[in-house]
């Protein structure tokens, strides 16, 4: 069963930045779909709980170079 959750992304001051945000989400093993609002910084994200966890997609958002702001 995949489950969605908003997490907040702080730092974005661009679409490219949106953009490696998306990329980096994207890439983790579970993640099926992730989208995310400069406007609103945040980003949501679907993905299988059996593969994946809100911590490891928050750890990823700093690996990219962004700040991360706890599973909303
Ligand atoms: Mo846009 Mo973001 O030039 O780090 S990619 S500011």
Do not use: F, H, W
């Not at 702080?10 to 989400?25: F, I, K, P, Y």
């Not at 949501?44 to 990823?60: C, E, I, K």
């Amino acid at each position: 069963m995949l489950k969605t959750i908003e997490l907040g992304v702080q730092g974005m001051t661009c679409a490219s930045c949106v953009g490696r945000v998306e990329r980096g989400l994207g890439k983790v093993e579970g993640v099926q779909e992730a989208s995310v609002n400069l406007a609103t910084e945040r980003a949501t994200v679907t993905y299988d709980p059996a593969l994946t966890s809100p911590q490891a997609l928050l750890a990823r958002v700093q690996d990219v170079g962004y700040e991360p702001v706890t599973a909303q």
